[in-house]
T-cell receptor, first 114, second 116 residues
Framework: AQSVTQPDIHITVSEGASLELRCNYSYGATPYLFWYVQSPGQGLQLLLKYFSGDTLVQGIKGFEAEFKRSQSSFNLRKPSVHWSDAAEYFCAVGRMNRDDKIIFGKGTRLHILP | DVKVTQSSRYLVKRTGEKVFLECVQDMDHENMFWYRQDPGLGLRLIYFSYDVKMKEKGDIPEGYSVSREKKERFSLILESASTNQTSMYLC???????????????FGSGTRLTVV
């Protein structure tokens, strides 16, 4: 069955430090992969997405993610976090067939220390 | 700027009331979705729609129904609100997955519903 796992429920990093949020997926073929961010009390905003081609994907707000087929992973990275990055981050996987649903992980909440 | 608009940010309703949550998108998207979001449970799909007057059940449809009379509008209906339906409700829309470059959900800002 298709699934998305974000193993870290909470992560705390200091402002200016690097960040990596982990995402593993289970799917029988190459999926569409997404990262979304949700600020408190808001909806989800798309950070970046991967469909095919270059496995390193650049997104908004200085984020990037790398698709590693052998590890079934799509980890999100940022070289230097800002206090405004504190939010909840969701990894998601979609499919190419008529069933257009996207499956979301349970999210990782990022806390930033000043 | 393209948008998914949910009519209310906050709602407080009484147990047993019929509740309507409205969602409108201005992107001419074919697909629309309703999720509820609860701490520790992530996003759970309630209903979705691929086209006008079409609807399909998601993972947790019990206690809910939907209506899609126009392409841009997708309504979620709580037939008889209960306290366990207190939650954040998120609407999303998308083009079909086959459109690839344009595929991906656009979310509304959410409606936080409290049933008392």
């Amino acid at each position: 069955a298709q699934s998305v796992t974000q193993p870290d429920i909470h992560i705390t990093v200091s402002e200016g430090a690097s960040l990596e949020l982990r995402c593993n997926y289970s799917y029988g073929a190459t999926p569409y992969l997404f990262w979304y961010v949700q600020s408190p009390g808001q909806g989800l905003q798309l950070l970046l997405k991967y469909f095919s081609g270059d496995t390193l994907v650049q997104g908004i707000k200085g984020f990037e993610a790398e698709f590693k087929r052998s590890q079934s992973s799509f980890n999100l990275r940022k070289p230097s976090v800002h206090w405004s990055d504190a939010a909840e981050y969701f990894c998601a996987v979609g499919r190419m067939n008529r069933d257009d649903k996207i499956i979301f992980g349970k999210g990782t909440r990022l806390h930033i220390l000043p | 700027d393209v948008k998914v608009t949910q009519s209310s940010r906050y709602l407080v309703k009484r147990t047993g009331e019929k509740v309507f949550l409205e969602c409108v998108q201005d992107m001419d998207h074919e697909n629309m979705f309703w999720y509820r979001q609860d701490p520790g449970l992530g996003l759970r799909l309630i209903y979705f729609s691929y086209d006008v007057k079409m609807k399909e059940k998601g993972d947790i449809p019990e206690g809910y129904s939907v209506s899609r009379e126009k392409k841009e509008r997708f309504s979620l209906i709580l037939e008889s609100a209960s306290t366990n339906q207190t939650s954040m409700y998120l609407c999303a829309s998308s083009r079909p997955a086959g459109s690839q470059a344009n595929y991906g959900y656009t979310f509304g800002s959410g409606t936080r519903l409290t049933v008392v």
